[in-house]
């Protein structure tokens, strides 16, 4: 039982402590950096460890599995005053104090003994008031008391026998807790649905895939709306002020869109919903009709930026999947485009029209029916979920990408079966030739000028969220040698680093107390970059070990 636990408020979300980090990307802009100036170029070099804590038990990959993984270790640290929360891939939720990394109590979500998870992975908690909620991979939300641990109220959002389930941490706005679902390579409907924090009952269920007669319902033919994928697996960001969250919409399913022809909205979107209605109040498709399962799901990042004039430019960046940057206005409650480019090598689309950036496809890279094609990047994209940070004070995005990959796929019809894989192609992935030089990378952009500042190149590939901090660093794990860190956020170079028990691809996360900064990270290597390690090994021959590792680091100044 924690005797001291602060309440989280629609205050506290909206305006949270320097010292504290209350949600995954610790704002509902989504721009995951702390304010906190502690930890600085000049010093970060001391930085220690001051605890690490297991949180196994893990779940072994079982033996039959259609796309075998091992589970990863997604979630960032929440840590409101001094009270810690880490999920694990097996649906645990474990309360720590951040200072000592004592245990104050641990749930395990009771998962069905036969569910065989295809992306075995949790991304966290939500809080609200004195709640902690969680979503889980037999697609329920349930809500813990905060202090105890103890179950307050499970909903079941659908049947995970059909192929549903969830890896994302649910978003909380004004006592409405929200949460979407994955399922789009087993052609689900996909949908966002919202619950009172406090009773459980669910408030409204908007789907990704408009019905017929609904606006959009013409973008599908025939019955396709009814299995066309669209899942929500990444926690949505929210505006205030325009009262809309946003959420990102994967992939359309099957992944070859000559099964389905036609712009198939709102997959491979950013929707803008209104959290007390669940009303889709915007929209901006990255790409009509995917065919290469690029899931635009992480949403776009919430930048205000002084313009020429003085004027406030309200934006929504984003670097898409598909490879490409878009910068969007976002400023009367709409989405729209501004400007795109390539942030990594890109031959699928020939362009980006000027005025509403919708692509145009390069024919000879559409895969298509009884027909193999290359196309570059893979589907695993430029980037796939780990999330950039952004500095306010500089206007940069610092972003984990992966480059020179490419994929192929070759279509075929399929037949929809409830729960099993709903695909209609293979999936390959080939490293180029100068995926020897690297195929990991961390880029910064200026987004007032949209220009590189700079590159961090890395042999291995690179998975690692990225946490930036006022002291002016960058740090991240997110590569195959199971190091975390620190860079210059000016020049990139890197002035700390450490290897721990594990590969990361967790966020990390920064927090104070009693007057000093931490770094928080887990280990917990599995799940994509683990099966995107394995293509590359395939291709030329290697064997790259990865500890899978589980553990929570927690590090500090002397
Ligand atoms: O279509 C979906 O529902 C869905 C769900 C998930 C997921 O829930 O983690 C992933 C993907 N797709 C996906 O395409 C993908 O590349 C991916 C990588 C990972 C991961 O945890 O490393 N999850 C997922
Ligand atoms: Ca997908």
């Given at each position: 039982e924690i005797a001291d636990y602060s309440d989280v408020t629609a205050e506290r979300l909206t305006n949270p402590e320097d010292g504290n980090w209350l949600q995954t990307r610790r704002t509902y802009d989504g721009q995951a950096h702390s304010p906190l100036t502690q930890i600085?170029?000049?010093?970060?070099?001391?930085?220690?460890?001051?605890?690490?804590?297991?949180?196994?038990?893990?779940?072994?990959?079982?033996?039959?599995?259609?796309?075998?993984?091992?589970?990863?270790?997604?979630?960032?640290?929440?840590?409101?005053?001094?009270?810690?929360?880490?999920?694990?891939?097996?649906?645990?939720?474990?309360?720590?104090?951040?200072?000592?990394?004592?245990?104050?109590?641990?749930?395990?979500?009771?998962?069905?003994?036969?569910?065989?998870?295809?992306?075995?992975?949790?991304?966290?908690?939500?809080?609200?008031?004195?709640?902690?909620?969680?979503?889980?991979?037999?697609?329920?939300?349930?809500?813990?008391?905060?202090?105890?641990?103890?179950?307050?109220?499970?909903?079941?959002?659908?049947?995970?026998?059909?192929?549903?389930?969830?890896?994302?941490?649910?978003?909380?706005?004004?006592?409405?807790?929200?949460?979407?679902?994955?399922?789009?390579?087993?052609?689900?409907?996909?949908?966002?649905?919202?619950?009172?924090?406090?009773?459980?009952?669910?408030?409204?269920?908007?789907?990704?895939?408009?019905?017929?007669?609904?606006?959009?319902?013409?973008?599908w033919p025939g019955d396709t709306w009814q299995t066309g994928g669209g899942p929500i697996w990444i926690t949505g960001n929210y505006d205030p002020e325009a009262n809309l969250a946003y959420w990102g919409v994967g992939n359309a399913a099957p992944w070859v869109g000559a099964l389905r022809p036609g712009d198939n909205l709102y997959t491979t979107s950013t929707i803008g919903v209104n959290p007390d209605t669940g009303a889709i109040a915007t929209h901006f498709q990255y790409h009509w009709n995917d065919t290469w399962d690029w899931d635009e799901v992480v949403p776009p990042t919430l930048i205000d930026l002084e313009g020429e004039n003085g004027e406030a430019q309200k934006l929504a960046v984003r670097f898409a999947r598909n490879g490409y940057i878009y910068k969007l206005d976002r400023s009367d409650g709409k989405l729209s485009f501004i400007e795109g480019k390539p942030y990594v090598y890109q031959n699928a689309f020939t362009g980006l029209d000027p005025e509403t950036g919708r692509p145009e496809y390069n024919q000879e890279n559409l895969p298509g029916l009884g027909k193999r094609v290359e196309f570059c990047p893979s589907a695993w994209g430029g980037r796939d979920w780990p999330a950039e940070s952004y500095d306010p004070a500089t206007a940069t995005v610092f972003i984990s990408v992966n480059e020179n990959h490419c994929g192929s796929m070759e279509g075929s019809p399929v037949e929809y079966e409830p729960g099993v894989l709903f695909l209609g192609s293979g999936l390959e992935m080939t490293p180029t030739d100068a995926a020897k030089d690297h195929i990991g990378a961390v880029q910064a952009w200026d987004i007032r000028t949209m220009e590189k500042k700079w590159q961090v190149n890395f042999k291995s590939p690179n998975w690692g969220p990225t946490l930036s901090t006022a002291g002016g660093l960058v740090f991240l794990g997110g590569t195959n040698d199971a190091m975390f860190r620190a860079l210059d956020a000016e020049t990139g170079d890197e002035l700390w680093s450490t290897r721990l028990d594990g590969g990361v691809v967790s966020p990390p996360t920064s927090f104070e107390v009693d007057g000093k900064q931490y770094i928080a990270v887990t280990t917990g290597w599995g799940v994509d970059a683990e099966r995107f390690q394995g293509y590359i090994d395939a291709a030329w021959g290697t064997k790259t070990e990865v500890p899978q590792g589980g553990t929570v680091y927690v590090f500090a100044l002397p």
């Open positions: 600085t170029r000049d010093n970060v070099a001391q930085l220690t460890e001051v605890w690490s804590h297991p949180t196994g038990p893990y779940r072994p990959a079982p033996e039959f599995t259609a796309l075998p993984a091992s589970g990863a270790h997604q979630a960032a640290a929440i840590v409101n005053d001094g009270v810690m929360f880490m999920t694990t891939h097996d649906n645990q939720v474990i309360a720590m104090d951040a200072k000592t990394g004592e245990e104050h109590w641990r749930y395990q979500h009771p998962l069905p003994p036969d569910l065989v998870p295809v992306h075995p992975a949790n991304r966290g908690v939500a809080l609200w008031e004195d709640k902690v909620f969680i979503a889980t991979q037999d697609a329920m939300v349930v809500a813990l008391n905060a202090r105890t641990g103890e179950k307050l109220w499970s909903q079941t959002m659908a049947d995970w026998l059909e192929g549903y389930y969830s890896t994302l941490a649910p978003l909380v706005v004004n006592g409405k807790v929200m949460a979407g679902v994955s399922g789009g390579e087993f052609g689900i409907r996909g949908f966002v649905q919202a619950f009172d924090a406090e009773t459980g009952d669910p408030v409204w269920k908007t789907y990704t895939i408009p019905e017929p007669g609904q606006p959009g319902s013409e973008s």
